[in-house]
Antibody, heavy 118, light 107 residues
Framework: EVQLVESGGGLNQPGGSLRLSCAASGFTVSSNYMSWVRQAPGKGLNWVSVIYSGNNTFYAESVKGRFTISRDNSNNTVYLQMNSLRVEDTAVYYC????????????WGQGTLVTVSS | DIQMTQSPSSLSASVGDRVTITCRASQSISSYLNWYQQKPGKAPKLLIFAASSLQSGVPSRFRGSGSGTDFTLTISSLQPADFATYYCQQSHSAPYSFGQGTKLEIK
């Protein structure tokens, strides 16, 4: 059974850093594309970042240069390093598996809440 | 970047009704269009991928259609479990943008 379990969310101050983790089971992250999607309170879904099988990455303009997606194949885990946090980064962050060919998001984690506030 | 526009943003309907949600892309995305359902406090769930393919386990009352820039999600006979928010998403190219969502409420 495919499962994605996020962790690492919490309260942080503007300008701070946080690392989110996404532990995968039921498949290997090394052979899949993985992504992060976020949802601000009461708002819609916003795509954040993707890591492809060759470790190529892509970011939304709003987080480029501040966030870094990576994976640890030995731990079957995907990470999102979030630096220079802003109030507008406050959201639930979902880890998602991306279908390799059609790039749809077929499995989602339960989400982890990141709150940026002074 | 590709912009996705959904309409309507909200919709009231009754159990048994047929409803249609539309999604328009700012440029052609072929059939790289997906639909998700989200209930309050839960992660989104994939309903339809590649414009018209039903994800495993999703009831057949959900149907997707379209190609190019214009797409629709139709629910043929609304059930109580269908009242939720629906999002379209393009997977043609990163950044993988979503529509703003359609909240389906009980009339």
């Amino acid at each position: 059974e495919v499962q994605l379990v996020e962790s690492g969310g919490g309260l942080n101050q503007p300008g701070g850093s946080l690392r989110l983790s996404c532990a995968a089971s039921g498949f290997t992250v090394s052979s899949n594309y993985m992504s992060w999607v976020r949802q601000a309170p009461g708002k819609g879904l916003n795509w954040v970042s993707v890591i492809y099988s060759g470790n190529n990455t892509f970011y939304a303009e709003s987080v480029k240069g501040r966030f870094t997606i990576s994976r640890d194949n030995s731990n079957n885990t995907v990470y999102l390093q979030m630096n220079s946090l802003r109030v507008e980064d406050t959201a639930v962050y979902y880890c998602v598996r991306v279908h390799r060919y059609d790039a749809y998001f077929d499995y989602w984690g339960q989400g982890t809440l990141v709150t940026v506030s002074s | 970047d590709i912009q996705m526009t959904q309409s309507p943003s909200s919709l009231s309907a009754s159990v048994g009704d047929r409803v249609t949600i539309t999604c328009r892309a700012s440029q052609s995305i072929s059939s790289y269009l997906n639909w998700y359902q989200q209930k309050p406090g839960k992660a989104p769930k994939l309903l339809i991928f590649a414009a018209s393919s039903l994800q495993s386990g999703v009831p057949s009352r959900f149907r997707g259609s379209g190609s190019g820039t214009d797409f629709t999600l139709t629910i043929s006979s609304l059930q109580p479990a269908d009242f939720a928010t629906y999002y379209c998403q393009q997977s043609h190219s990163a950044p993988y943008s979503f529509g703003q969502g359609t909240k389906l409420e009980i009339k």
